[in-house]
């Protein structure tokens, strides 16, 4: 009716007697909408890392994941294959929608293309999942070849997150190249990468200099210059510094994903996270920049999986290792389940798994189910269970250093840093 609608507000009020909200917006957005003003200010004088990281793009999209993403190499090779055959039988087009669109002539490129092995890349695909991509930029949908370049063309590290979210926050660090939903189920990722190899582009240069192997930092020269003056430190080209009389692009890169897994610093901030890149604090003290780039880098060793530690996660009920229905025992003192255990079946289950680490999001994604949930109807391979069990132990590390960063900042001073 209508005065249960919006008129029938506006009929029983006027400017006399409606209690107004006044605030002050902020630059440089200016935005019409009340946010908390003192945590605004000091939010916009951060740095964005769409500033920092001057080249930066959307993850690679593909429009038929089914076709082009498979757990299984020779799968996928299998599937390709039979792909690019001329006469594939109509059954398999219609089965993964081969067929022209008005955005994407998949049928016209697949006639153009032959199948080539150096296709088939590790990317990916969801937090801590990763998986078999045939990827072609003559042929996938959205190939983001602005940054996935970078990231094939040698050793390199990005970071994934979001411009906006309607979920948690969520980052994660990546020597892969990355789909556009890897670290949020509803929102785009963007892929930040921290080298850039040499294409001949004179557009994508960075503006520092190359190191010796030819790659350069995709970081502001600006940001760097003040990140550098603030520290009383040289920047050096490539890798880590000493974190004495040097620092390098890594110790950066270390640095922002230490904040961005500060859990005061996403608490306090949550409304902008929501709306805008992620910003960056410089540091207000030179031993907090060290220790939290020591942690940063532990983090991302165990995000890319290129450390592991000792885990505890246990598996080992022999059976027929078939991802049936996934569900979360939690640990229960009355029963021979002291740990938390994760069943995947009747029978069989990892065991040592706590609440905790069980619940933990990145993004949208409760990581430890959504990777089992992915595999349902699968048998798990020696390598999927020992993945699964690295994941845990990561995701449990990964919390006992958020909080080692949470103590890290209120030991010096805490928040705002400058």
């Known amino acids: 009716t209508l005065f249960r609608s919006k008129y029938g507000w506006l009929n029983g009020h006027n400017a006399t007697n409606t209690e107004w909200t006044v605030f002050q917006p902020y630059a440089p957005d200016f935005r019409f909408v009340p946010r908390n003003a003192k945590y605004e200010k000091e939010w916009n004088e951060y740095w964005s890392i769409h500033d920092i990281f001057p080249l930066n793009n959307n993850g690679l999209k593909t429009d038929r994941d089914e076709l082009f993403f498979d757990f299984d190499r020779k799968e996928l090779e299998k599937r390709m294959t039979t792909f690019f055959?001329?006469?594939?039988?109509?059954?398999?087009?219609?089965?993964?929608?081969?067929?022209?669109?008005?955005?994407?002539?998949?049928?016209?490129?697949?006639?153009?293309?032959?199948?080539?092995?150096?296709?088939?890349?590790?990317?990916?695909?969801?937090?801590?999942?990763?998986?078999?991509?045939?990827?072609?930029?003559?042929?996938?949908?959205?190939?983001?070849?602005?940054?996935?370049?970078?990231?094939?063309?040698?050793?390199?590290?990005?970071?994934?997150?979001?411009?906006?979210?309607?979920?948690?926050?969520?980052?994660?660090?990546?020597?892969?190249?990355?789909?556009?939903?890897?670290?949020?189920?509803?929102?785009?990722?963007?892929?930040?990468?921290?080298?850039?190899?040499?294409?001949?582009?004179?557009?994508?240069?960075?503006?520092?200099?190359?190191?010796?192997?030819?790659r350069r930092p995709n970081l502001s020269e600006k940001f760097v210059k003040e990140f550098t003056e603030l520290l009383d430190l040289k920047f050096v080209a490539d890798g880590r510094g000493d974190l004495k009389k040097t620092f390098g692009p890594e110790d950066i890169f270390n640095y922002i994903y230490a904040i961005?897994?500060?859990?005061?610093?996403?608490?306090?901030?949550?409304?902008?996270?929501?709306?805008?890149?992620?910003?960056?604090?410089?540091?207000?003290?030179?031993?907090?920049?060290?220790?939290?780039?020591?942690?940063?880098?532990?983090?991302?060793?165990?995000?890319?999986?290129?450390?592991?530690?000792?885990?505890?996660?246990?598996?080992?009920?022999?059976?027929?290792?078939?991802?049936?229905?996934?569900?979360?025992?939690?640990?229960?003192?009355?029963?021979?389940?002291?740990?938390?255990?994760?069943?995947?079946?009747?029978?069989?289950?990892?065991?040592?798994?706590?609440?905790?680490?069980?619940?933990?999001?990145?993004?949208?994604?409760?990581?430890?189910?959504?990777?089992?949930?992915?595999?349902?109807g699968r048998t798990l391979t020696h390598d999927d269970i020992e993945h699964y069990q690295r994941t845990v132990s990561a995701l449990a590390e990964t919390r006992s250093l958020m909080a080692q960063i949470d103590a890290l900042i209120a030991d010096h001073g805490g928040w705002p840093l400058q």
């Open 85 to 214: 055959t001329p006469d594939v039988s109509a059954s398999f087009l219609q089965q993964f929608r081969v067929e022209d669109s008005s955005s994407y002539d998949i049928e016209t490129r697949r006639r153009q293309r032959k199948f080539s092995k150096t296709a088939i890349q590790r990317c990916l695909y969801r937090p801590f999942d990763f998986r078999w991509l045939y990827y072609d930029i003559g042929l996938t949908s959205r190939p983001a070849e602005k940054v996935t370049r970078h990231l094939l063309a040698g050793q390199n590290v990005s970071l994934i997150t979001t411009r906006q979210t309607k979920e948690e926050f969520g980052v994660l660090a990546s020597s892969l190249i990355a789909g556009h939903k890897s670290c949020a189920a509803y929102d785009i990722n963007t892929v930040f990468p921290l080298y850039l190899y040499p294409n001949g582009k004179a557009e994508e240069q960075a503006e520092l200099v190359p190191h010796e192997n030819g």
């Open 260 to 376: 961005f897994h500060s859990q005061s610093y996403r608490e306090r901030y949550t409304e902008f996270l929501k709306t805008d890149f992620p910003r960056v604090p410089l540091p207000n003290y030179f031993e907090l920049f060290r220790e939290l780039c020591k942690a940063g880098a532990k983090l991302v060793a165990l995000h890319t999986m290129r450390e592991s530690i000792d885990d505890e996660v246990e598996f080992d009920v022999r059976g027929s290792d078939l991802v049936e229905q996934v569900v979360y025992a939690a640990p229960n003192k009355e029963t021979k389940n002291r740990n938390g255990r994760v069943y995947i079946n009747a029978e069989q289950y990892f065991e040592g798994i706590s609440p905790a680490v069980w619940q933990m999001r990145i993004g949208g994604y409760q990581v430890c189910e959504k990777w089992l949930k992915d595999r349902k």
